[in-house]
């Protein structure tokens, strides 16, 4: 499977800051990564999906000036999360599918994001 | 639009039994993957198994199996000779057409020693 690497695994950020999660695919090329954020005990919630050298396709009800992806390059994508409030604390994972046609996806291991 | 509903929020095994993890779907695609993620306490999602819908067998990974029925639209997780490191949320996805997927709300498996 995929090698996925995130960065930071963690952050603690003021409420009004902006904070940048890198998600990069460290052993192929990724032409399309996802952003996912899950609450404790509950479901991964898709945010949007990264494509590389194009916008990023948001998902309903979720701001996208406010969770501003960068899918810059065939292996990095970036999530960031501007003007950060206390609701935004939550836990981010990215992932990338698998290109051996087996439609697997392969997660990060998330980055936990505090905004006091 | 798919839904993917996981009926038991909690489970229960001892270790070296045997446990089932339902999951059942709700699609009008007819080609389609449905995968089991395992997510430990450290929070690393895992994939556990994957079963094409086109397949009639049943996936096998070890002491991981499927029972999927097709036509009922049920997709249940066999763990056999459960261990402690079996502890963990487990998610039912499903993949179609697009290439998102689409979770359950999860099940929380406890082993007991």
């Known amino acids: 499977g995929a090698v996925v690497s995130q960065h930071p695994s963690w952050v603690i950020c003021k409420s009004g800051t902006s904070v940048k999660i890198e998600c990069r695919s460290l052993?192929?090329?990724?032409?399309?990564m996802f952003w996912y954020r899950q609450f404790p005990k509950q479901s991964l919630m898709l945010m949007a999906t990264?494509?590389?050298?194009?916008?990023?396709?948001?998902e309903q009800g979720v701001e996208k000036d406010k969770f501003l992806i960068n899918h810059a390059s065939l292996t990095l994508s970036t999530l960031t999360v501007t003007s950060a409030h206390p609701e935004d604390s939550s836990f981010y994972i990215c992932?990338?599918?698998?290109?051996?046609?087996?439609?697997?996806?392969?997660f990060g291991p998330g980055t936990r994001l505090t905004v006091t | 639009a798919q839904t993917v509903t996981q009926s038991q929020p909690e489970m229960s095994v001892q270790e070296a039994e045997t446990v089932t993890l339902s999951c059942t779907y709700d699609?009008?695609?007819?080609?389609?993957?449905l995968f089991w993620y395992k997510q430990p306490p450290s929070r690393q999602m895992i994939l556990v198994i994957r079963?094409?819908?086109?397949?009639?067998q049943n996936a096998t990974e070890n002491r991981f199996s499927v029972n999927f029925q097709k036509a009922a639209k049920s997709f249940s997780l066999k763990i056999s000779d459960s261990q402690l490191g079996d502890a963990a949320m487990y998610f039912c996805?499903?993949?179609?057409?697009?290439?998102?997927?689409?979770f359950g709300a999860g099940t929380i498996l406890r082993v007991k020693s």
């Open positions: 992932s990338v599918e698998s290109r051996e046609g087996r439609h697997e996806q392969y």
């Open positions: 052993d192929f090329q990724a032409t399309t």
């Open positions: 990264s494509n590389e050298g194009s916008k990023a396709t948001y």
């Open positions: 699609t009008s695609e007819s080609d389609y993957y």
């Open positions: 079963q094409e819908a086109y397949k009639q």
């Open positions: 996805a499903y993949r179609g057409y697009g290439n998102k997927l689409v």
